[in-house]
């Protein structure tokens, strides 16, 4: 007897829905079972926002099989090696978030934490950032690849991540999807089965319903399908008050010098971003509306950058997720299942984590055996995700700073209280990989390798700690050796690195 084949309907066709209906029809083991839709209203636009990403956009794309060169060039994209924080310390400093990780080239000993050389730099009072090879890139406005004869060649093991236009990713990944069926239509409602609950048809305002056996809602804000089968809503707000985003465009400085990371510059009442692609500089201001009015916000961005700018619109944020992700045959990803302000990309790297997952539970498994338990276990883990998530850009407002009504808020009560206790406890003890409960899969999650260059950009990591965690006199000069080493590896190695430019000109934009 053949089997029906089963219908998972991605309703949304901005990033989040064509990265998941590619990464689905991908994961499938057999095509002939499973049949894969984008559902896209031609009528409400995408989020429309410039982004960065995390390293694992470059995983995903390579395992998709896509073109690095020809996404690049499609989408506008640049490289990013990690953002550069400037203005959230009370004493004015700047300091750099490097996404590669040094430590993970020179194992530890045993019985030694695995972040040695990161506590080697921290004793001997030296920024960590300065370890990074990606740290000299950026200083640099290197690429990370040296030329080969006619050919570039990575320079190190690690994934760089990128800046791209969602507009043009959003039209560079559907061009991709040969094998999904487009519906171009606005889901109006839904059609609930009575007896399980589960959603059996998408209602539509200009044609038939969709028959469904899954669907995923990627609507974005709007959150059109998991609204209908009773989700809930859990805030952030009180941890994270930016509510506002006030996204703005520039003209690169310098064309010439293209920035390969992402500006995070601290204001009065919030931040500012600035993501660099290759035909302008997509910028925003997210501040707190408790704190600033749109109007002093502008003034403010002016007064700062000393020219006028043309805000596009004003974005309300509501940060947090559902309280659930995942409800009966429905799942919600992307902006539908959680928002935090777009510090450290956290949006589109929590959406590929969460498909990585969502596949693991057994959606495209042909059976279609997806159990109660499979769905409590994701929601589990997204929950854990997106509040880990929150609970690390918290941590960004813990640096002192008390000169507007905003940073005083922060200082005095917007730390919120287990970020205070893991603060409180790295005065005295070293903070190392095990204060954090590996991610399920060993999937790339905030842990240490984040947090300790960000705490110790802040200024906020003593070194008594790690003086003693290198204590024993061996392990001190061979964690220092290790660490001067490896500098100096990195320090030829971006020597070598052909600049940002020429790598953007090669790949034929
Ligand atoms: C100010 C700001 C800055 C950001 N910066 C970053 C960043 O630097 N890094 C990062 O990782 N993320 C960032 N994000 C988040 C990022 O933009 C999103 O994660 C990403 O674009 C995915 O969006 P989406 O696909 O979920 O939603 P959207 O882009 O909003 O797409 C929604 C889709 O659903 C469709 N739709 C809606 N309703 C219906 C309906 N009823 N029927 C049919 N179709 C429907 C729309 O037509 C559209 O195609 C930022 C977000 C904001 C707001």
Not at 156 to 177: I, M
Not at 222 to 234: C, L, M, P, T, Y
Not at 417 to 441: I, M, T, Y
Request: charged share 20%; glycine share 10%.
């Amino acid at each position: 007897m053949t089997q029906k084949q089963r219908h998972i309907a991605v309703v949304g066709g901005g990033t989040a829905g064509w990265l998941a209906a590619l990464m689905l029809r991908k994961a499938a083991p057999d095509k002939r079972a499973i049949r894969i839709s984008v559902v896209e209203s031609p009528n409400i636009p995408t989020v429309g926002v410039g982004e960065g990403s995390t390293a694992i956009f470059r995983q995903v794309l390579l395992d998709l099989e896509l073109d690095e060169a020809e996404f690049i060039r499609d989408t506008g994209a640049t490289l990013k090696f990690g953002i550069k924080h400037a203005g959230w310390r009370k004493d004015g400093k700047n300091y750099w978030g490097p996404i590669d990780d040094p430590n993970a080239l020179r194992p530890a000993p045993p019985s030694i934490p695995s972040n040695w050389l990161h506590h080697a730099r921290l004793a001997a009072g030296k920024p960590v950032a300065d370890l990074h090879l990606f740290t000299m890139l950026m200083r640099q406005g290197k690429s990370g690849l040296a030329m080969d004869k006619d050919d570039t060649v990575p320079l190190s093991p690690y994934h760089h991540a990128y800046h791209f236009d969602q507009a043009r990713l959003g039209r560079f990944l559907s061009g991709k999807a040969t094998d999904i069926h487009h519906i171009l239509t606005e889901v109006d409602g839904v059609e609930i089965d009575g007896e399980t609950g589960d959603i059996t048809g998408l209602v539509c305002v200009d044609r038939d319903a969709i028959e469904v056996d899954f669907v995923i809602d990627c609507t974005g804000f709007r959150r059109a399908i998991i609204s209908e089968v009773g989700s809930r809503w859990r805030s952030y707000g009180d941890m994270l008050p930016l509510n506002k985003a006030m996204p703005f465009w520039l003209d690169h400085a310098d064309p010439a010098r293209i920035p390969n990371f992402t500006l995070a510059q601290a204001m009065g009442s919030g931040w500012m971003w600035g993501i660099p692609v290759q035909d302008r500089m997509g910028c925003g201001y997210v501040f707190s509306d408790a704190h600033i009015s749109a109007e002093d916000a502008q003034s403010e961005i002016e007064k700062h950058l000393g020219m006028t700018v043309d805000v596009r619109r004003i974005i309300n944020i509501d940060p947090g997720r559902l309280e659930e992700a995942w409800i009966g045959n429905c799942c919600a990803l992307g902006l539908a299942q959680s928002f935090l302000e777009p510090l450290e990309a956290t949006s589109i790297h929590g959406t590929l984590v969460q498909l990585i997952l969502l596949i693991g539970s057994g959606l495209v498994d042909p059976r279609g055996n997806l159990t109660d338990a499979a769905r409590q276990t994701y929601n589990g883990q997204v929950a854990r995700q997106v509040d880990d998530f929150a609970d690390f850009i918290n941590m960004h407002y813990a640096g002192g700073r008390t000169d507007t009504g905003f940073w005083r808020d922060m200082t005095h009560s917007g730390i919120a209280a287990q970020q205070n206790a893991k603060l409180k406890k790295w005065q005295s003890a070293p903070l190392v990989p095990q204060d954090f409960a590996p991610f399920p899969g060993r999937l790339p999650h905030v842990e240490e390798q984040l947090y300790l260059p960000v705490l110790n950009g802040l200024g906020l990591l003593p070194k008594s700690p790690s003086k003693a965690l290198v204590r024993d006199v061996g392990i001190r000069s061979s964690a220092r050796k290790n660490a001067d080493a490896l500098q100096d590896e990195f320090r030829s190695a971006a020597a070598k690195a052909i600049s940002h430019a020429v790598y953007l000109a090669r790949t034929g934009t």
